[in-house]
């Protein structure tokens, strides 16, 4: 895979599986523009690992659950690269409860930050891409929008939100040479899955074809064969990377 002269902005990029996704598209060529809210150290950080292996990439804070924030964010990275060709909508997080006793505010906050922000980056990128007739956006959903997960259903609704965001966009773009797909994880150790109960992981692994959790690195391969020309006849597809857990 070849991503030399592509530009690429990734959304929730200072830790996790965003930055293993950033980390990815430089080392394949693509100029990266690395999004954090509120960790700077460790935006920081993975632009200095990208620009240490020779890549090229710049930090771009902005919480891109906020629709005016979101269009900054694409306009920063317009302003300094001049084109947007890849958006990986990874920003989330999670606050987990049993319906019963879940807050409206923890289910108002997880559908902001996880859905409405795929929404307000696309929302916010799309033109450029018309414009460019090439673009290649990779959503990141979740197991939990596919089958479920006990205490989850404020993120279940926003990944699985998602799902139906990504098929019908790329029904709508696919003309404009605008492929649109989404990648949906398994357990893979981030700090969004640290919390979880050992029995729970255990249980999950037990579950897998694989019979091991994942890592960030095999979903960042996925994301970036989706942001590359050898998937350019791939859109609207849900590739989940669970070890055959779903």
Do not use: W
């Not at 629709?67 to 300094?80: C, I, N």
């Not at 990874?90 to 019963?100: K, Q, S």
């Not at 398994?186 to 992981?201: H, R, S």
């Amino acid at each position: 895979m070849n991503l030399n002269g592509k530009v690429g902005l990734v959304t929730g990029a200072s830790r996790g599986i965003g930055r293993a996704c950033a980390i990815k598209l430089a080392l394949l060529g693509a100029r990266v523009a690395v999004n954090y809210h509120t960790r700077a150290s460790a935006a920081d950080e993975v632009v200095r690992e990208i620009k240490s292996s020779g890549g090229d990439a710049t930090a771009i804070q902005g919480d891109v659950s906020q629709f005016t924030v979101a269009q900054q964010v694409v306009g920063a990275t317009m302003s300094t690269y001049g084109r947007l060709d890849i958006l990986v909508n990874n920003a989330g997080t999670t606050r987990d409860a049993l319906l019963a006793t879940m807050k409206e505010d923890d289910f108002d906050a997880i559908i902001q930050q996880n859905l409405k922000s795929v929404f307000n980056c696309c929302r916010a990128a799309v033109r450029q891409m018309i414009a460019q007739r090439y673009g290649r956006i990779v959503n990141m959903t979740s197991m939990g929008g596919l089958i479920g997960i006990p205490g989850q259903t404020n993120y279940a609704a926003a990944k699985a939100g998602i799902i139906g965001f990504t098929k019908a966009m790329a029904k709508e773009y696919g003309g404009r040479n605008i492929a649109v797909n989404a990648v949906s994880p398994g357990l893979i150790p981030t700090d969004l899955t640290a919390g979880l109960p050992q029995e729970v992981k255990d249980a999950l692994v037990r579950l897998t074809a694989l019979g091991r959790i994942g890592s960030v690195e095999e979903v960042a391969n996925v994301v970036a064969f989706l942001a590359s020309d050898e998937a350019s006849y791939i859109t609207g597809q849900v590739i989940a990377v669970d070890g055959g857990l779903t």
